[in-house]
């Protein structure tokens, strides 16, 4: 018998798939309180070729959105890099830096707040 050592054949454990909920919010005059949801952003699964996180859907359908609403007077994906080149020169993180999509969420529900939109994430 030879002395091999054997690896752990344990399968990995798939990360908790990510999902992201954009939602409206109501404060007219006439009507109650109250929100509405928008969208629901869930990861790709890990088979497909192209994939895509909720949070890369999430920000790209708002940042589609926004730009529809604002005519494009509102560019989130632009904001976002902005606030990613802060926060990676602000924690001293490496050269290649923070993704616009790795923003974390209660940061950027304060730029949609102005638009009566948050974003939640599960």
Known sequence: MCNQKTEDQSPTKEPKPRKYILTCWEDSEPY???SRTL???????PTGILRRSA???AV???HDLLNAVTDHRFDL???????ARDITK???ADESGLSIYEVPVSIVNLLLAKYNLTLEDD
């Open 32 to 34: 109650e309180p109250g």
């Open 55 to 57: 949070a890369h859907k």
């Open 77 to 83: 994906q632009s904001e976002l890099k902005k606030l």
């Open 39 to 45: 969208a629901v952003f869930e990861d790709d699964p």
């Open 60 to 62: 790209d359908y708002v």
């Open 90 to 92: 602000a924690t001293g």
